[in-house]
């Protein structure tokens, strides 16, 4: 697919057989890259009905690399950049709006830090839906004086018109309950349609499968509401 | 959580990497974050590599807090055990 400026980024799409009318979804990968994990999220969502399509955000440092070696060579030249991020994702939604299947409808949904880039892109980009999963430092503050350059979303979120659904384990710190709950203070502020669930003995990462962190109930319960809230916002 | 700290250190040193082979390493990185392998929700991970390699260029460890601890102890007391002249 194309991406920022242009370029040619690779990405990985899978999608119902049927030739019926949908909605699409953009998954944007967590930290530790575009991993098997990932693409099995990309293969539920067409599973459960959608086009659903993940660029690899970390094609441009490490074309062909293995995705844990491509996400440290991201990681220490300071990850990926905002611009770049809205940039691929712009073009991930425009592919998937050309698809001869689309509605016209398209969501973003992203795990980790994906959760907040996925909130960076509903500020920025038009889509129908966001989902963010335990996304840090869409509000709070950044470690200093590192290499990786992140910033808080605090600034853009009044551009955030989409609906969102926030999903989130209580006993994460990035992001700490006392911010998910900012976080949805603002949204209130700004009119921005959403909704949040918050998980008991879950904290980061309780989707990640293949990662000690997971738990099953909470795991099962963000995906009916994934699928109950895209049926919502990418159906029709 | 992510905690997105990174730390850097610039390395003059050899790696056994992939295949087996020692390279030369020139950059450490080091954060406490998600592990890719080991069974722990973080881990204090050291990439040793040569960016001008390739991003396979890589030696990757990932340790537990209390054994990245342990190591930090017998580092410095590997450095302390030898002659002050020669690891000035």
Redesign the interface.
């Known amino acids: 697919m194309r991406g920022h400026g242009g370029d040619e980024v690779e990405a990985y799409i899978a999608r119902p057989t049927e030739d019926t009318a949908r909605g699409g979804v953009v998954v944007v990968h967590?930290?530790?890259g575009f991993d098997r994990a990932t693409k099995e999220i990309v293969r539920r969502f067409a599973e459960l009905g959608y086009d659903a399509l993940c660029p690899n955000l970390h094609w441009r440092?490490?074309p062909g690399?293995?995705p844990?070696?491509?996400?440290?060579?991201v990681?220490?030249?300071g990850?990926v950049p905002d611009e770049r991020l809205i940039g691929d994702v712009a073009g991930a939604v425009a592919y998937l709006r050309s698809l001869p299947t689309s509605n016209g409808k398209v969501g973003v949904i992203g795990y980790?830090?994906g959760g907040r880039q996925a909130v960076l892109a509903g500020c920025n980009l038009d889509v129908d839906a966001v989902v963010d999963c335990y996304g840090?430092?869409v509000v709070g503050t950044?470690?200093e004086g590192?290499?990786?350059r992140?910033t808080n979303l605090v600034d853009q979120l009044p551009n955030l018109r989409a609906p969102v659904l926030g999903l989130f384990g209580n006993d994460?710190?990035?992001p700490s309950p006392e911010q998910v709950t900012e976080l949805g203070e603002i949204l209130i502020a700004n009119g921005t349609p959403h909704e949040f669930h918050r998980y008991d003995d879950a904290?980061?990462?309780f989707f990640a499968v293949d990662?000690?962190?997971y738990r099953v109930a909470a795991a099962n319960d963000g995906w009916e509401r994934i699928a109950a809230f895209y049926e919502r916002h990418l159906g029709g | 959580m992510c905690t997105y700290a990174t730390v850097k250190t610039a390395i003059d040193g050899s790696a056994k990497g992939p295949d087996g082979r020692w390279f030369h390493i020139t950059d450490g990185t080091v954060y406490f974050d998600h592990p890719v392998h080991a069974m722990a929700e973080h881990t204090l991970n050291i990439d040793f590599g040569d960016p001008a390699k390739g991003p396979a260029a890589r030696v990757a460890v990932e340790l537990t807090a209390a054994s990245a601890q342990g190591l930090l102890a017998a580092i410095q007391a590997a450095l302390e055990s030898a002659p002050a002249e020669l690891t000035a």
């Open positions: 967590h930290m530790p440092e490490a690399a293995a844990d070696d491509a996400a440290a060579a990681r220490a030249r990850g980790c830090s840090a430092f950044p470690p590192m290499p990786m992140v994460d710190s990035h904290g980061h990462a990662r000690p962190s």
